[in-house]
């Protein structure tokens, strides 16, 4: 069982950066994948990254270049830096773990334990 909580949203304007943040209890991290995804309201929940037990990130083409995943496995924390912020990239966003393969990393369906959410808002 692993619980997990995030933290580091907020409102910033065009072009700005955020980091967001998630702290996990329970079990260790360190044999899950973690990702972040996110929801903006009236569409479904996508994926934003999200890195494998041995370390390999998979990027969704919508972030390539601007964010950045990092697991640390001794904090049991899993965090995201978004850089370069656009207003497409408001919504609310989740921290999710399981027992998923790398080639599978960017589906939200196969990971078993989600944070309850930090919201982004990119405007002017």
């Known amino acids: 069982q692993v619980r997990l909580v995030e933290s580091g949203g907020g409102s910033v304007q065009p072009g700005g950066s955020l980091r967001l943040s998630c702290a996990a209890s329970?079990?260790?991290?360190?044999?899950?994948?973690m990702g972040w995804f996110r929801q903006a309201p009236g569409k479904g929940r996508e994926a934003v990254v999200a890195?494998?037990?041995?370390?390999?990130?998979s990027y969704s083409d919508a972030v390539k270049g601007r964010f950045d995943i990092d697991k640390d496995n001794a904090k049991n924390t899993l965090s995201l830096q978004m850089n370069s912020l656009k207003p497409e990239d408001t919504a609310m966003y989740y921290c999710?773990?399981?027992?998923?393969?790398?080639?599978?990393?960017?589906?939200?369906?196969?990971?078993?334990?989600w944070g309850q959410g930090t919201q982004v808002t990119v405007s002017s």
């Open positions: 329970g079990d260790s991290v360190s044999t899950y994948s």
């Open positions: 890195i494998d037990s041995d370390g390999t990130p």
């Open positions: 999710a773990a399981g027992r998923v393969e790398w080639w599978q990393l960017l589906r939200p369906s196969l990971y078993d334990y």
